[in-house]
C-alpha cells in the first residue's frame, strides 16, 4: 500500500497518523506529506497497523513513540513512567525562579518519574547539584538513560520520599502522586502506572509527607515547590502554612488552573 492509503485507512487524525508511518517506516513526516503515493514496505506497514491499533484502543502517543518532549527536551518513556505534562513545566520556572540569587543551589526533586524536571533544573543551572528521588527502580533506570543522553548531572537515588535523603537543600521540588481514588479522571489514565498518580486515599497523602518532612531538609530561607490538582490550593496552601512556611503562594498554569504551591521555610 501507499503512504497515503495507509494514512487514510488508519482512521487517526493526520499528525498522530503521519508521526506513527513516520516512526514504523523511517521515513520523515514531511516525506509523507510531499510523496503519499510511496509505497510503504510490507513489514514497515505491518508495523504501523499494529501501533494505529493500540491508538484506537486509547494508548498515548507518547508510550507509542516512547519519547514526550518536556521544556523543549525531548525524554523517552515506557509505561513505568509517568508522561511528563506540559504544565508541570510551570514548576521548572517557579524552581529556576526561587534559585536565581543562589549561588551553586542544592536541589532535590522527589518522585521524579522520567527525571523531566531534575534534567530540566541540572541543565537549565549547570552550577546547581541536583538530586533525584523516587520510590520506582524502574522509573528510576529511565530517569538515568535521559540524563545520560541528555548530558545532565542528576545524583538519583532509590527513596521513599524522604527516607533515603542525606544533607540539606535551597529547594525541594516534588510532583507527586495528587489524583483522589475517588476522581473519575484516573480511568482515562489507565495506561500510565498508578503509582505515579494516585495515594488511592484523597489525592492529599503525599503532600502531606512532602510538606510535613520539608523543613527538616531544606537549608535556611530554602524554597518547597509542589503541584497539585486543580481543586487543591487552598488545602495545600493550609499544609503550608501548618508547616511553618512563609510566603506561601498559588500559582496558576498557562490554562489559568491553580496548579502549584510554592514557600518558603526561614
Ligand atoms: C506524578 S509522577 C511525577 C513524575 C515526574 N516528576 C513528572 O513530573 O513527570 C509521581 C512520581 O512519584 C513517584 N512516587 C510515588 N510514590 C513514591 C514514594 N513513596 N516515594 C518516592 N517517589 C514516589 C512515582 O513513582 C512517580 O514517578
Do not use: K
Not at 12 to 21: I, N
Not at 26 to 37: D, K, N
Not at 210 to 217: F, Y
Amino acid at each position: 500500500m501507499t503512504a497515503g492509503e495507509l494514512l487514510a485507512a488508519s482512521g487517526l487524525p493526520g499528525a498522530e497518523a503521519r508521526a506513527l508511518l513516520a516512526f514504523a517506516s523511517g521515513a520523515t513526516r514531511e516525506a509523507l506529506i510531499a510523496f503519499p503515493e510511496r509505497v510503504v514496505a510490507p513489514e514497515a506497514a505491518a508495523r504501523f497497523e499494529a501501533l494505529v491499533e493500540r491508538r484506537r484502543a486509547g494508548e498515548p502517543m507518547a508510550y507509542l513513540l516512547g519519547v514526550q518532549e518536556f521544556y523543549r527536551r525531548p525524554f523517552c518513556v515506557t509505561p513505568a513512567v509517568l508522561i511528563p505534562r506540559p504544565e508541570t513545566e510551570l514548576l521548572v520556572e517557579l524552581a529556576l525562579d526561587a534559585l536565581r540569587s543562589i549561588e551553586s543551589p542544592r536541589v532535590l526533586e522527589l518522585g521524579t518519574g522520567s527525571g523531566c524536571i531534575a534534567i530540566s533544573l541540572a541543565l537549565e543551572r549547570p552550577d546547581a547539584r541536583v538530586v533525584a528521588a523516587d520510590a520506582s527502580v524502574e522509573a528510576l533506570a529511565i530517569a538515568r538513560a535521559n540524563a545520560q543522553r541528555l548530558d545532565a548531572r542528576v545524583d538519583f537515588v532509590a527513596s521513599d520520599w524522604y527516607a533515603a535523603i542525606a544533607g540539606e537543600f535551597d529547594a525541594i521540588v516534588a510532583n507527586p502522586p495528587y489524583v483522589a481514588a475517588s476522581d473519575p479522571h484516573l480511568a482515562d489514565l489507565r495506561f500510565e502506572p498508578l503509582y505515579a498518580l494516585t495515594d488511592h486515599g484523597d489525592g492529599l497523602g503525599c503532600l502531606r509527607t512532602i510538606v510535613a518532612g520539608a523543613p527538616a531538609h531544606l537549608a535556611r530561607d530554602g524554597w518547597l515547590l509542589v503541584e497539585h490538582g486543580y481543586d487543591q490550593a487552598a488545602a495545600v496552601r493550609a499544609l503550608f502554612e501548618r508547616a511553618g512556611f512563609d510566603e506561601v503562594r498559588t500559582v496558576r498554569d498557562a490554562a489559568g488552573i491553580e496548579r502549584a504551591c510554592t514557600g518558603r521555610f526561614v
